[in-house]
């Protein structure tokens, strides 16, 4: 397979380089919207968002979101939900990012038939068609977050594993990592020393972008109905809004906060990706 | 080509095809021969259209016919039977057969259509779901062209209603693989609709049958529409590209308009906390009677259910030609509740909430199947005001394969169904001989006055003495909560005003084409 | 190596890779809690059954046989060209699945030309306007729908051009109402979930070309082209894009699971009788020999996709070499 091409693509943003700082400010700003509504739910949050009170309510004193088909707080829902979905993005990510990055920092140094059989893998992986197999894979572990978050870094390592891969064999060729193994530094040493941190930034965007795509894959889950009923993320959120009637009766209130807050999270996570781009214009698999 | 241009062409083309399309809308209107046709949107699809294989309740459906069937208010009335007669020991079934019946390909029917339906669903290679409802079958003999006669090894009162089955004809399927037969996508049968067409994932079509022996079908064509969203099944209905769909009743709700009904379906479903009996926390029945009296029913019914069902107490519906009125009922009553909890020795001895008893607090686990949206509700309902009451419930929300291994020791939240004989299904949910055999008796209920009933229900024929028995069953199993029944449900449905002829029966919770909505079908009308 | 030996080389790997995925997804699909009994009876039902007719029901379906050995079974019905029979239908699996290819085939062919085809015009414009107004309005909406979840863009496109508009259908390849197929009638019914697909799809693909555009038009050549003082134009398409192109070839191939993904989504919105729906559906009830024959036929489409894009990818760049190893 035609590895090193793939992954030469160049750097170029559609913003001027100076408006670079500001797409990442926008991303961070945006993020450290939600991550502090996530981590002071309970002060933000004006109600549990268990308790019931009057379903339906539109928006108005006490519910400034209304209330959804059994009289829970939507605004705490979704203050709740930041936790939740959140949660699950990070987790999923930070467990394919890490493995992605593992294997691809390690093959890439020590290459061979590991590298071979490795990469053969992760073609597999990047081949599988993601979502239809996360159904399945969710379907056979049976709803709970953990599940979902397992099922998403199962299937999500591979992309990682290959771009880490490119980066690796391109900077292990450079001058201080051949000077450090003529100075007999082992494996490990390089690989953490040297290979590490100049493949960091790609990993890290990698990272970000990997949260944005496990936080769709979540709400797609719960859309279909196979997401955690016990947990209140914005996708099962949607996933009520859509199965009891908030989008047939018009209850803006209800659909468009977590939809919004989705589609802005996700932005964020792209945005912060984008702005530290490393490999290049390819925000995706 | 410059790109440019080209993707000029590119968008050309896509407006010339959305302008197409959008022109054409008249032309999908229904074709000028003036034709009737409705189009209806069930719940689910079926796998295949075999009743022998349990396709429809019983194995009933339109396209068949059995030798009996429910009429509007679930009575047995004749369908291929013309009459029959029970022998007074209750073992020997006499039938006689509609003379005269078609199948669609013109062939005559006959009793060895009926013998050779009944034989296939006792046959083990077929594994047939029916089968056990013909485990008692001795022996079918064919008196004439249209007389049989079944034989049964013991007296089995239920038996005439499981007759429902659709009888499938012998000359298309003698010798083939009942399982992989192609007739199962391709159905000829006795009923008063005609198989046309089965597009998998998008609709089935039937056209009338003109030669039905109980008169022609008043619409022409049915095309059932496969849709599994529900916001968009909804869509279509109020669109009008669908004349009447399943909806839940939030949404059916939202329907109701001056062109769109909205009717409800009393089913013989309840849903209950089953508490089992194995777990020496759930063993005390003053502390089931008090979660009963915990559960603020009505709310349930009126919040979740959206008003449609009623509170329960006992497996038996209002509606149900068994009920017993004078069985124990449990409205919402805190008060009591605690006084019971009390005299059980539950007391909130360190002020936190939480009952406790020999420094135990009062605590457990209720799991329901997760995938349903309802069962979470209700589930959190109870959560709820059980906590009022002090005890603290933990919700978990698993598989059904999750579920099953921890029956025995966790609560469940069940919705089982008592649509047609009693019998069907309260033999299997609390007589003890069961416990621990899968899904039957869950809560692993035992009680040998209820055993007793049940094996005495079973054999008496249909009549004022086994009303008696089945009476006698509810007040037992009121007064025990064995399960806490929380309520019964109503299914709703939404169709087009302009559709007449529609008769609502009571269903049981699957949502059939042969139930609810759907089973009159051959006599909806859609007039000019 | 030539070409030839190449092409030979992949391909012949293409064979143990499907053994691979095979085995995979036999042993996952395997690993389901669902009884598959239970699935296609009912649970009630299922229950009321003996053991010794469940038994019975189970081998008729070779489950009382061991995992290889029940493999092997798999694979001659694979010889054999049935792909086993159905547990739910009854049917031979292939059947059951070619009743689902045609209406993936017309979604999914759509969306994947119109993700093609949007992709490279655009990609290519807002690299050549780079920091314009154009190129800007195309970022931004890349960013939108990259962030939008599909089912939700899906439902507001449903409420705003079929409930509010109505110029468009709601859901369905054709009115159910209609006897016979036409072919406008198909198309009005495929505007709305083509569309969906292609807006969620195209962002990545938008952005991927631009990037490699620009990669491109900052190489020697094309300096060289613009000092020959070449038209912009022929610059851009003939000598940039080309080359840009190269990657995206690689990407073609991989556009295909992308699509797939998006479309188990679109198809149970849009009631769209297709393979997505069907491996879900299917999935969750444990068909196994529907489940495997799709994985398996999906499997090859995908992996002949990467190799056809691989081999155009050195028909396009006969600079690259053809070894395993290129760094």
């Known amino acids: ?98 493995a992605g990055a593992a294997i691809g920092l390690f093959v890439g140094y020590l290459r061979g038939a590991w590298d071979e059989l490795c990469m053969r893998l992760a073609d597999l992986f990047f081949l599988i068609p993601a979502l239809p197999l996360v159904i399945v894979l969710v379907a056979y572990l049976k709803p709970g977050i953990w599940n979902i978050i397992v099922a998403i870094a199962i299937l999500g390592w591979a992309s990682t594993a290959r771009v880490v891969r490119a980066r690796v064999l391109q900077v292990r060729e450079m001058p201080f990592v051949k000077s450090a193994k003529a100075l007999g530094a082992g494996g490990l040493y390089i690989v ?6 100049n493949t960091m930034e790609v990993i890290l965007a990698k990272a970000s972008l990997a949260i944005a795509g496990a936080m769709l894959t979540e709400a797609g889950i719960s859309f279909l109905g196979l997401g955690d009923p016990t947990q209140k993320s914005w996708g099962m959120m949607l996933h009520y809004a859509f199965s009891h009637g908030g989008v047939i009766n018009g209850y803006w209130w209800w659909y468009l906060p977590p939809a919004l807050c989705i589609s802005l999270a996700v932005l964020g996570f792209v945005l912060l990706s984008y702005a530290g781009r490393e490999e290049k214009g390819g925000w995706g698999n | 080509m410059k790109p440019w241009k080209r993707f000029g062409f590119l968008v050309a083309f896509l407006l010339a095809v959305l302008l197409a399309g959008c022109g054409k809308q008249q032309a999908a209107d229904p074709p000028a021969t003036g034709e009737k046709t409705v189009v209806i949107a069930p719940k689910y699809e079926d796998d295949h259209l075999n009743p022998v294989l349990g396709y429809g309740q019983y194995g009933g459906s339109k396209f068949f016919n059995g030798l009996v069937r429910f009429d509007e208010n679930l009575n047995l009335v004749p369908d291929l039977a013309e009459s029959w007669e029970i022998s007074p020991d209750g073992k020997i079934y006499t039938v006689k057969l509609r003379p005269g019946v078609k199948w669609h390909d013109g062939m005559e029917f006959t009793a060895h259509d009926v013998k050779f339906t009944y034989e296939k669903i006792r046959d083990p290679n077929v594994a047939s779901p029916l089968k056990p409802y013909f485990d008692f079958v001795d022996g079918i003999t064919v008196v004439s062209d249209h007389s049989i006669k079944i034989h ?24 083939k693989d009942m399982k992989t037969a192609e007739f199962n996508q391709h ?165 936190n909430g939480i009952l406790d008893k020999d420094g135990r607090p009062f605590r457990f686990t209720l799991m329901y199947a997760a995938d349903d949206v309802l069962r979470k509700d209700i589930c959190t309902a109870v959560k709820t005001d059980l906590k009022k009451a002090g005890i603290d419930v933990e919700l978990a929300g698993l598989s059904w394969d999750q579920i099953k291994p921890r029956m025995d020791a966790d609560a469940t939240l069940f919705f089982w169904a008592t649509v047609y004989d009693v019998d069907d299904p309260n033999y299997q949910l609390w ?17 040998k006055k209820v055993d007793e009933l049940l094996e005495k229900g079973r054999v008496t024929p249909e009549g004022g003495e086994r009303k008696k028995i089945y009476a006698e069953l509810q007040q037992i199993l009121a007064e025990e909560q064995p399960v806490v029944f929380i309520a019964h449900m109503d299914h709703t449905y939404a169709a087009s005003a302009r559709i007449k002829g529609i008769k609502a029966q009571p269903e049981g919770h699957s949502g059939y084409l042969t139930e609810g909505l759907w089973w009159n079908l051959e006599e909806w009308e859609l007039p000019e | 190596m030539d070409l030839g030996r190449y ?7 293409l064979l143990p890779l499907l053994f691979g995925i095979s085995i995979l997804a036999f042993l996952l699909i395997h690993m389901s809690p669902v009884d598959p009994v239970e699935a296609r009876l009912g649970k009630e039902e299922a229950s009321l059954l003996s053991p010794e007719d469940l038994a019975g ?28 029979i159905s547990h739910l239908s009854g049917r031979p699996a292939l059947a059951v699945i070619a009743g689902c290819i045609p209406a993936t085939l017309v979604l ?25 107004l154009l190129d800007h309005t195309c970022t931004v909406l890349s960013f939108i729908f990259y962030s939008t979840p599909n089912f939700w863009l899906a439902l507001i496109m449903v409420y705003l051009f079929s409930i509010k508009l109505g110029l468009l259908p709601v859901c369905g390849t054709a009115s159910p109402k209609a006897l016979a197929f036409s072919l406008p009638e198909l198309l009005r019914h495929l505007i709305l979930p083509a569309a969906v697909l292609t807006l969620t799809t195209s962002p990545w693909y938008i952005r991927f070309l631009r990037a490699s555009m620009l990669e491109v038009l900052a190489h020697d050549y094309v300096l060289l082209a613009r000092a020959k003082g070449l038209p912009e134009k022929t610059v851009v398409f003939r000598h940039a894009l080309r080359n840009a192109l190269l990657p995206f070839l690689t990407l073609l191939g991989l556009a295909f699971p992308h699509l797939i993904g998006g479309a188990v989504v679109i198809e149970t919105i849009f009631a769209w009788p297709g393979v997505g729906r069907l491996l879900v559906e299917s999935a969750l009830r444990a068909d196994y020999p529907v489940v495997m024959g799709l994985v398996f036929l999906l499997s090859i489409f995908v992996l002949l996709g990467n190799f056809l894009a691989d081999i155009a990818y050195l028909l396009v760049d006969p600079r690259i070499r053809y070894g395993g190893e290129s760094d």
Not at chain 2, 152 to 175: N, Q, T, W
Not at chain 2, 209 to 234: A, H, M, Q, W
């Open chain 2, 431 to 447: 007589h003890s001989q069961f416990i621990g055999q899968g899904w039957n008796n869950p809560a692993c209920y035992q009680n």
């Open chain 2, 187 to 351: 159905p000829v049968g006795t009923g008063p609709f005609k198989f046309v067409e089965w597009r998998k994932g998008e609709k089935l079509v039937m056209a009338a049958n003109r030669e039905y022996f109980r008169g022609k079908p008043k619409v022409d064509r049915v095309v059932v529409s496969f849709i599994p969203d529900e916001n968009t099944r909804l869509l279509q209905l109020t669109k009008g590209e669908v004349d009447a769909a399943f909806l839940p009743p939030k949404m059916a709700a939202k329907a109701q308009s001056d062109k769109i009904k909205v009717y409800s379906v009393p089913t013989g479903e309840w849903c209950g906390l089953g508490l089992p009996s194995k777990n020496p926390l759930f063993r005390d029945v003053r502390l089931r009677q008090a979660i009963a009296y915990a559960i603020d029913k009505q709310a349930v019914v009126d919040k979740i259910l959206d008003g449609k069902g009623e509170p329960a107490s006992n497996p038996l519906r209002s509606n149900h030609r068994a009920y017993n009125p004078e069985a124990k009922k449990y409205p919402y009553d805190p008060g009591k509740a605690r006084a019971l909890l009390a005299e059980a020795g539950w007391k909130d001895s360190d002020g």
């Open chain 3, 57 to 84: 029901l189970r081998a008729s379906w070779g489950l009382d046989r061991p995992l290889y050995w029940q493999y092997i079974i798999w694979l001659t019905h694979v010889l054999q060209g049935d792909f086993g």
């Open chain 2, 152 to 175: 049964l090894s013991k007296p089995y009162a239920p038996f005439l209603e499981k007759l429902v089955v659709g009888i499938v004809p012998m000359h298309l399927l003698d010798g």
């Open chain 1, 192 to 197: 953490l020393q040297h290979l590490l941190p």
């Open chain 3, 7 to 13: 092409i030979f080389r992949r391909g012949s790997q």
């Open chain 3, 108 to 132: 999914m062919g759509t969306g994947y030309l119109l993700v093609v085809a949007i992709s490279i015009h655009l990609g290519a414009i807002s690299a050549k306007k780079r920091d314009t």
């Open chain 1, 1 to 98: 397979m035609l590895k090193s091409k793939r992954a030469v693509v160049a750097a170029s943003g559609p913003f001027s380089s100076g408006s670079q700082n500001k797409v990442a400010a926008a991303g961070i700003i945006i993020l450290s919207f939600f991550i502090i509504m996530a981590v002071f739910a309970p002060l933000v949050a004006p109600h549990d968002p268990f308790a019931l009170d009057t379903p339906y309510l539109p928006p108005g004193k006490g519910h400034p979101l209304g209330t959804n088909d059994i009289g829970q707080d939507l605004l705490s829902e979704l203050v709740y939900g930041a936790r939740v979905s959140l949660f699950i993005g990070f987790l999923a990510a930070f467990l394919a990012t890490s």
